[in-house]
């Protein structure tokens, strides 16, 4: 069974960088593309971007300037950076396992973590 | 940016009610990057459909996709006290995946 668990600081300040990770289990990260995506009661579901083990990344264009993802296939985890934190990004973030070829879907997707940015 | 409409917004029905729910894109979407989800409170979303009609592992044949084009589909023939909750469409379109705002399923 694929497993996937967020991690990192439900609090940080604003200007400042948010960190966080997806620890894999049940799957390996040499298949699928692997996403972060994340969600807010104003804007809903965003999806933010993938990368593949080959180290391939695609950005949301409206966040591009500010996220990094990395995977780590020794690890099996794969983490979020995104830079000069605002209360914009305050949200519920999810990593998700996802497909480029044929259909497209997430599926699945961590429990989530609740990220506040503190002015 | 391509943009998803769903409606209804809200949904008022009764255990062993037919749901249709409607998701319309702003432009042309290939049906294979159409997919729905279902999110109960406190929970992360549940894959239900992929390729606009094909059902995930595991979901019930009362959840049916259809629809192509700009106009999708998500018809859930017999409402169960499980399927109550929020479902999303989502589609994938120059490179970008969006979701749609949601239509909430709540008890009548």
């Known amino acids: 069974q694929v497993q996937l668990q967020e991690s990192g600081p439900g609090l940080v300040n604003s200007s400042e960088t948010l960190s966080l990770t997806c620890k894999l289990s049940g799957d390996s990260l040499i298949t699928y593309y692997w996403s972060w995506i994340r969600q807010t009661p104003g804007k809903g579901l965003e999806w933010i971007g993938y990368?593949?083990?080959?180290?391939?990344?695609a950005y949301n264009p409206s966040l591009k300037s500010r996220v990094t993802i990395s995977a780590d296939k020794s690890k099996n985890q794969f983490s979020l950076k995104l830079t000069s934190v605002t209360a914009a990004d305050t949200a519920l973030y999810y990593c998700?396992?996802?497909?480029?070829?044929?259909?497209?879907?997430?599926?699945?997707w961590g429990q989530g973590i609740l990220v506040t940015v503190s002015s | 940016e391509i943009v998803l409409t769903q409606s209804p917004g809200i949904l008022s029905l009764s255990p062993g009610d037919r749901a249709t729910l409607s998701c319309v894109a702003s432009?042309?979407?290939?049906?294979?990057?159409l997919a729905w989800y279902h999110q109960k409170p406190g929970q992360a979303p549940r894959l239900l459909i992929y390729g606009a009609s094909k059902r995930a592992t595991g979901i019930p044949d009362r959840f049916s996709g259809s629809g192509s084009g700009t106009d999708f589909t998500l018809t859930i023939s017999r409402l169960e006290p499980e399927d109550f909750g929020i479902y999303y469409c989502q589609q994938y379109v120059n490179s970008v995946f969006t979701f749609g705002p949601g239509t909430k399923v709540d008890l009548k």
């Open positions: 432009q042309s979407v290939s049906s294979s990057y």
């Open positions: 998700a396992r996802g497909t480029m070829v044929g259909d497209r879907w997430f599926d699945p």
């Open positions: 990368v593949y083990p080959t180290g391939h990344t």
